[in-house]
């Protein structure tokens, strides 16, 4: 594996990249199925590591953001992944043009988690945006757990033209059905134990709309589930697959965020899976 600090460097060696995944680094499970994927073929991988402060809601959660670069190396060329990429913030934005925010898709990126993150989705397009033109990948991976970043980054794709497909692969998670996450190491050995509820209530949601429940019920539902718990949910929603919008056609998804302690959680299910 090569290790990249300096984008000049990289850019300068004309890499040919056909997978690439972008990565705040603390890499688990989830991102090893993201590697292991991109690996198939013999495709050349190219992955980045970098904290994008500007995407953290407060300093506070990007102080506590779990730094473990001597491990995600190792991780990594464990699994032969042929390029790793660990700028500074100045070599990324002396190397890229930033988003224009005039063009930020505002119904994606302000509904749903944006609406308790303002801005979060906008700093995400912008370091995306810069890395697509950095790296000039012919695909780029993504967790579906993630699942309105997913579509934001598509979106941003579209607006831009990059030409670099999405991939996006489903959600790993522990024996227990916790979502694997960065965020998980904060919690508490019981506090991951209660975790595990998450998506016993999205499988409870998923039972209740195959039984032909009405949509407003299952919110009632699913907020009467966590009344008890010690996880907070901070939204349950039902959207539609592609769009995230509200109307309930045939392809939808279900969401929850949600604190357990200080630790913020998402989550999500597919209610019908999408047939187009
Ligand atoms: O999902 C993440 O880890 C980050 O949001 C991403 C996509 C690497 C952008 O900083």
Same mark, same amino acid.
């Not at 001597?70 to 790793?84: F, P, R």
């Given at each position: 594996m090569k290790i990249f600090y300096s984008i000049e460097e990289y850019i300068n060696l004309k890499i040919n990249v056909n997978h690439y995944i972008p990565t705040m680094g603390n890499l688990h499970d989830g991102h090893m199925s993201l590697i292991k994927n991109s690996k198939k073929n013999y495709?050349?991988?190219?992955?980045?590591?970098?904290?994008?402060?500007k995407q953290f809601n407060n300093k506070k959660d990007f102080s506590l953001y779990p730094r473990t670069?001597?491990?995600?190396?190792?991780?990594?060329?464990?699994?032969?992944?042929?390029?790793?990429?660990?700028?500074n913030k100045k070599d990324i934005e002396n190397f890229s043009s930033s988003f224009d925010k005039k063009l930020e898709p505002k119904k994606l990126t302000t509904d749903l988690?944006?609406?308790?993150?303002?801005?979060?989705?906008?700093?995400? &397009?912008? *370091? @995306?945006?810069?890395? &697509?033109? *950095? @790296?000039?990948?012919?695909?780029?991976?993504?967790?579906e757990k993630d699942y309105q970043q997913l579509i934001v980054i598509k979106e941003l794709i579209k607006i831009y033209n990059h030409k670099v497909k999405v991939v996006s692969l489903q959600t790993v998670r522990d024996k227990d059905g916790l979502a694997l996450s960065s965020r998980n190491n904060l919690l508490s050995i019981d506090e991951k134990k209660s975790a595990s509820d998450i998506y016993k209530a999205l499988l409870f949601a998923k039972k209740l709309f195959i039984n032909k429940v009405p949509i407003d019920k299952i919110y009632k539902e699913m907020h009467k589930f966590f009344e008890?718990?010690?996880?907070?949910?901070?939204?349950?929603?039902i959207r539609n697959f592609k769009l995230l919008q509200c109307e309930c056609d045939n392809a939808l998804i279900a969401f929850i965020a949600c604190y357990l302690g200080k630790v913020r959680l998402i989550d999500n299910i597919i209610l019908k899976p999408s047939t187009i």
């Open positions: 495709n050349k991988v190219c992955l980045s590591i970098f904290i994008n402060e670069l001597e491990e995600d190396i190792k991780k990594l060329k464990k699994l032969k992944v042929d390029y790793l990429l660990i700028p988690c944006g609406k308790y993150r303002p801005g979060h989705f906008l700093a995400v &397009i912008d *370091i @995306i945006h810069r890395f &697509i033109q *950095i @790296i000039q990948p012919k695909k780029i991976v993504l967790g008890k718990s010690p996880i907070k949910l901070q939204y349950f929603a």
